[in-house]
């Protein structure tokens, strides 16, 4: 296609295609730079890394079962205890890393104000984890 002509007739009528070869050329610019840019954006430096496991060491926290009888007897770990000896082994206890996990157990026909002064004693000490053990009743349902 010829953008000049002699012919007068037509030589105002606009042109109805795009010219795409200026932007091929742009297009193949763009290109040669990219190839000759991309090398020099990686700057890599070669490093042997060390081999190391991505497995948590999960340290399992010891487990304190303490008991209150229905006379209001302490156990620890099934051996009796009196209140204060329960309260320094309290103390004791709380100073590990991870802190053991106190198991709770209370007959059902104890004073609720033993089981309070040993939550009480457990919680002056520091022990953050503290839980009631019971059993299912026999008829309940799965």
């Known amino acids: 296609m010829a953008f000049a002509s ?12 795009i010219n795409m070869v200026p932007l091929i050329d742009v297009m193949l610019v763009l290109l040669v730079i990219f190839i000759i840019s991309a090398p020099l954006l990686t700057n890599a430096v070669k490093l ?5 496991s991505s497995q948590v060491n999960t340290v399992k926290a010891e487990k304190i ?8 007897a302490l156990f620890w770990n099934g051996e009796p205890v009196d209140r204060a000896e329960a309260a320094r082994r309290f103390v004791a206890q709380s ?8 198991h709770l157990r209370a007959d059902q026909s ?24 019971s059993e299912p009743e026999a008829g309940a349902s799965k």
């Open 6 to 17: 002699f012919d007068s007739r037509h030589a105002a009528a606009p042109v109805s295609e």
């Open 65 to 72: 079962d303490f008991a209150i009888d229905a006379q209001g």
């Open 110 to 133: 104890v004073a609720y104000r033993v089981v309070a002064q040993t939550l009480a004693d457990a919680s002056r000490a520091g022990l953050t984890k503290v839980g009631f053990v």
């Open 48 to 52: 042997e890394l060390p081999k190391a």
């Open 95 to 102: 100073a590990k890393t991870p802190q053991p996990e106190v």
